[in-house]
Nanobody
C-alpha cells in the first residue's frame, strides 16, 4: 500500500501560482498511475489531473487545461502539481491519489473507485 503526504498548499491571489508535492512511501509507487483530485465545500471530490505510471500519458480536466501541469519523479517517489494562473474557483482541498492497479496507461476517466490510497489533503485558497 502506498502512503501519500501532500505539501505546498496555501493562500494565493488570483493569477498566482502554487506547486503541490505528494511524497509517497512504499515500493510500488513507480508502477502506479497517480492523480490529484479536489473537493470544494459542498461539492463532490473530482479528478483534476492524472499521470500514468511511466509519465507518458496525462489527463487534465477542461477547467485546468493550459494552467496546471502534473509531473512525477519515480526516483524520488514524488508527484507534483504545478498550478499557474490560479482562479478563485480553484479553491478547494487537493488530494493526491494512487491507483489501485499497477501499470495503468490510460488515465482518462479515472474515478474514486480506482483509488487505493489517498493523501491527507492540502488546502488551496485563491483570493480574488
Amino acid at each position: 500500500q502506498v502512503q501519500l503526504v501532500e505539501s505546498g498548499g496555501g493562500l494565493v491571489q488570483a493569477g498566482g501560482s502554487l506547486r503541490l508535492s505528494c511524497a509517497a512511501s512504499g515500493r510500488t509507487f513507480s508502477s502506479k498511475a497517480m492523480g490529484w483530485f479536489r473537493q470544494a465545500p459542498g461539492k463532490e471530490r473530482d479528478l483534476v489531473v492524472a499521470i500514468s505510471w511511466s509519465g507518458r500519458n496525462t489527463y487534465y480536466a477542461d477547467s485546468v487545461k493550459g494552467r496546471f501541469t502534473i509531473s512525477r519523479d519515480n526516483a524520488k517517489n514524488t508527484v507534483y502539481l504545478q498550478m499557474n494562473s490560479l482562479k478563485p474557483e480553484d479553491t478547494a482541498v487537493y488530494y493526491c491519489a494512487a491507483d489501485r492497479v499497477p501499470y495503468r496507461t490510460e488515465v482518462r476517466g479515472t474515478t474514486l473507485a480506482d483509488v487505493a490510497s489517498w493523501g491527507q489533503g492540502t488546502q488551496v485558497t485563491v483570493s480574488s
